[in-house]
DNA sequence: TTCATTTATTAACAATTGTTATCTTCGAGG
DNA sequence: CCTCGAAGATAACAATTGTTAATAAATGAA
């Protein structure tokens, strides 16, 4: 997604020239926070290499809401279309390669090629379908059916994330997610 | 939101004339089935007054997920973009006043008023939105939590709707939510 | 009104999860 | 290579929820 947003504007020399310098890409160790929640947004996130997660503080415990992987665009939605202070904090799990582009900049290339906003909207709109999905499924399904559901359909999740991220993603406790998997 | 809809048609007496039979109004009385899970969906439905439920069967439970009340529009969303039959039944709660309109002449008249398109599309971003406000809910709040939301957030579920439909709204059996009020 | 059905409460027991704590293992960094 | 901290497993107990069943209350229809 962002090598297709790159390449439509490197077609154009004088708007690459021009915005080429607003992608920063960057290496960063595990455990970097990008954005603290009750920040920003100013950011959006693409990842090359690596893995963020989601979270935010409930009661003093750390909760995972979501988990991003390569080639995918990682922004605190929410505040960003309202422009609240995150409720979420973005933070790598792997040493990750990161691509940012500030809000304002992503508007003006937006401005630019109207084409890309739609895709970008697509992404949102996405998004949104994506939590739907999650509801319902914790609405009809157990831990155990969300955890298995975890490793047919989200086997990168269980190979590459810390068990205890997944299990707060779960809506349980890391102990109750070791003898969910200790029972089978 | 439907006045808003038909006002604008009405401005044009010849679409007028042509469109107004599609709005079909209708009483039906409370525990009446209007989309059954795996059908459709060819509908719109607007509630005039009552209020209706989405919900589908869990191994031979019956789960509520969302309701709605006077002023709402209902659909299976999901079912309607992608041309599936409907996850969802859509069922009436008490006796209420619908107006329905079919999928095909909706198109029709978004193809006339773009704008009303437009503020159509705006209601099913607004419902995914609503969706991922539900999902996080779900993630940080326990059943009690959630339950004294409803009663300060949505007391008109509380009043209106039966406590055994809210208990599987809550993702809890009517007998732990029973005791939950019971606890108070 | 009366009767039948639905809805809500309560109880008893099983199953699950949360909480706290201990122990082991593994890996990163010195 | 070693040390220290993080991550996961396990145990013991408390709290919550699910399940089943019996009962009471409320609702609707004849």
Redesign the pocket.
């Known amino acids: 997604m962002i090598d297709q947003f790159i390449d439509k504007i490197k077609e154009d020399e004088t708007n690459w020239v021009k915005y080429k310098d607003k992608f920063i890409q960057r290496d960063i160790?595990?455990?970097t926070i990008l954005l603290a929640e009750g920040e920003g947004p100013t950011y959006f996130y693409f990842i090359k290499k690596g893995c963020l997660r989601m979270c935010f503080d409930k009661d003093g415990?750390d909760i995972t809401y979501q988990f991003f992987f390569e080639g995918q665009a990682v922004a605190s939605i929410d505040s960003l279309l309202n422009n609240n202070p995150s409720m979420f904090t973005i933070e790598s799990i792997e040493p990750s390669t990161i691509i940012s582009i500030s809000k304002v900049d992503l508007y003006e290339i937006h401005k630019l090629y109207p084409e890309l906003k739609e895709g970008f909207q697509n992404i949102l709109f996405q998004r949104f379908r994506n939590y739907a999905q999650l509801f319902l499924s914790r609405i009809k399904d157990?831990?155990?059916e969300r955890y298995d559901d975890l490793v047919v359909n989200h086997p990168e999740i269980i190979r590459r994330?810390?068990?205890?991220?997944?299990?707060s993603y779960l809506?349980?406790?890391?102990?109750?997610?070791?003898?969910?998997?200790?029972?089978k």
């Open positions: 160790p595990a455990k415990k157990t831990p155990k994330i810390p068990q205890h991220y997944i299990a809506g349980i406790t890391p102990v109750s997610l070791s003898r969910i998997r200790s029972r």
